[in-house]
């Protein structure tokens, strides 16, 4: 028997705009093996956050992910909120709700536009992505910029919502709903789309729950884990979500979610702004946070984000864990893309919506001499040393310093 | 899992892109046509010194280490000059919230590329 060819895949623009690499051994078409390497994408973002104060956190977190940047910042806020014992008023949190629905649409649009593309369906690319624009525009107006919108801070919102952008938003809902109920109609009657998705990349229920799945990836077969209906939080607590799940287990039932949820967040976004209260947008927030420890999770448009948050009664965190959602996807991708078609590889890897940056929190270095941790300081210590004897010293370089 | 059986006929989206080739383009054509910025938009900061009161707030919640607040003068006859690193600026408007005394703003300026990187550093 033959060992099969192996392509590598990547690291650069493996299907999407981001590094990783990908083994594929295949046994004629028909992936037989697939290797999935992580890592080319170590930020130090988590690090950067313990040596910065909580304000300046913020816009770090922010930029955990390009797509999901409210997702990650509201909650960051929230852990830090919860360990101060911050209440934030109500409109602050319809206005959070608000720009998180935003953010849904935006990432669904964008991901529908993508998977058009992988699939070479070019002309649903270039629609999706002209209204997401639309979206993009509503968010710059809200917000200040069209990706990192920068609404959250620490106690509420920066910004408030006045009458002009609350009409802006729902003359931009009107014409939104018309064009995704059209894509609605098109994933259910496109026999190109349908032929090209259905029955890849199956991930099924019991799947799901064995490679710890999340968002669209667990709702496309069946298992409703949107946090905002298991665990409401902020606005949910008083709008209730309906959650959309399907039993199709594969690519095509992603599709099917996605589209159904952009529907269901813009129902969302309407009510919001019909019932948003009158009141403070913030409340004053301590720059020191009182000592302690909390898990916070949040819907991010590709599923479920944890936010771990250690305080040690400073102004800067003692330590920051960001489980972005792509993550609890990758583990689930070697079984998705085996036994299927070569050409069906990218569009069942962008099928997860994934992030790369997102993804890479550490990077671990395995030797055969045993492997050690090192505390931050004595890494240092070791560095220096090292470019000492290159002729070089570091030494003098200033460094921002964690604690206190 | 559900099999999708029903055959349809495909092309359904080429009724749409004929008619969308009637259209005027979604896209603006740049440089020569501006692009519209919202009117909230964060770009290239403000400054007016005259309320400045020195607390260096803008400069200590800065994330990126962008702003820098000079007194040229003395601390009776205060001269007050701002500096942005508008290579570090993400323009994310901390500063602005910060100041207790409302001395810094944002404009809708996003034009603000130069050739090198020395000329980066302006003052506001
Ligand atoms: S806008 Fe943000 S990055 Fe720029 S100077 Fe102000 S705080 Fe710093
Ligand atoms: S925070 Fe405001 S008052 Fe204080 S130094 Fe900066 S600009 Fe001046």
Not at chain 1, 220 to 234: H, K, S, T
Not at chain 2, 94 to 102: A, E, F, G, I, N
Request: aromatic share 6%; net charge positive; charged share 25%.
């Amino acid at each position: 028997m033959s060992e099969g060819l192996t392509i590598p895949i990547g690291p650069q623009h493996p299907s999407l705009k981001e590094p990783v690499s990908f083994l594929i051994t295949l046994d004629g078409e028909v992936v037989k093996k697939a290797v999935i390497e992580l890592g080319y994408n170590h930020r130090g973002l988590e690090k950067a956050c313990e040596s910065r104060t909580y304000i300046q956190d913020l816009y770090i977190i922010e930029r955990v992910c390009g797509i999901c940047s409210h997702a990650h910042s509201y909650a960051y806020c929230r852990c830090v909120e919860e360990l101060a014992g911050l209440q934030t008023p109500r409109r602050a949190e319809y206005i959070r709700g608000i720009v998180g629905e935003l953010e849904r649409l935006h990432s669904h649009l964008l991901w529908l536009g993508v998977a058009g593309h992988e699939i070479g369906f070019d002309t649903l690319f270039m629609y999706t992505w002209r209204d997401r624009e639309r979206v993009l525009d509503l968010l710059a107006e809200i917000g200040g910029n069209r990706v990192n919108y920068g609404i959250n801070t620490i106690g509420g919102v920066r910004r408030d919502l006045d009458e002009n952008i609350c009409q802006h938003i729902l003359d931009v809902m009107d014409g939104l709903e018309e064009q995704i109920k059209y894509y609605a109609e098109l994933a259910n009657t496109e026999a190109t789309l349908i032929a090209r998705l259905a029955g890849i990349g199956i991930l099924t229920r019991d799947d799901v729950i064995k490679y710890g799945a999340v968002g669209p990836v667990a709702r496309a077969a069946g298992i409703m884990d949107d946090v905002r209906i298991v665990e409401p939080y902020g606005v949910f607590t008083e709008i209730k979500v309906n959650g959309v799940t399907d039993d199709h287990a594969d690519v095509y039932g992603r599709t099917v979610v996605r589209i159904k949820e952009m529907l269901e967040s813009i129902r969302l976004i309407r009510l919001m702004v019909k019932e948003m209260p009158d009141g403070p947008i913030s409340v004053r927030a301590p720059r020191r946070i009182p000592t302690g420890e909390i898990i916070i999770r949040v819907e991010a448009p590709r599923g479920e984000d944890v936010h771990y948050l250690r305080s040690n009664g400073t102004d800067k965190p003692d330590r920051v864990r960001v489980r972005a959602p792509s993550e609890a996807n990758w583990h689930g991708m070697k079984h998705m893309l085996e036994g299927f078609h070569f050409a069906d590889v990218p569009i069942i890897i962008a099928a997860i919506d994934p992030c790369y940056s997102c993804t890479d929190r550490a990077i671990m270095l395995r030797s055969d001499k045993g492997d050690t941790v090192t505390d931050w300081e004595s890494l240092r210590r070791t560095g220096i040393e090292r470019y000492k004897k290159m002729g070089i010293d570091p030494s003098k370089i200033r460094m921002r310093t964690s604690g206190v | 899992m559900k099999k999708i059986k029903k055959i349809f006929i495909p092309g359904k989206i080429v009724a749409r892109a004929i008619t969308s080739a009637f259209k005027k383009p979604a896209t603006i054509k740049y440089p020569k046509s501006k692009p519209d910025i919202a009117p909230g938009y964060r770009g290239r900061l403000i400054y007016s010194p005259t309320n400045c009161i020195d607390c260096m707030m803008c400069m200590r919640d800065c994330p990126t280490g962008a702003i820098t607040i000079k007194n040229l003068g003395t601390k009776e006859n205060k001269e007050m000059h701002a500096y942005l690193n508008i290579g570090r600026c993400i323009f994310c408007c901390q500063c602005v919230d910060t100041c207790p005394k409302k001395c810094l703003s944002f404009s809708q300026d996003i034009m603000l590329s130069k050739l090198n990187r020395d000329n980066l550093t302006i003052e506001l």
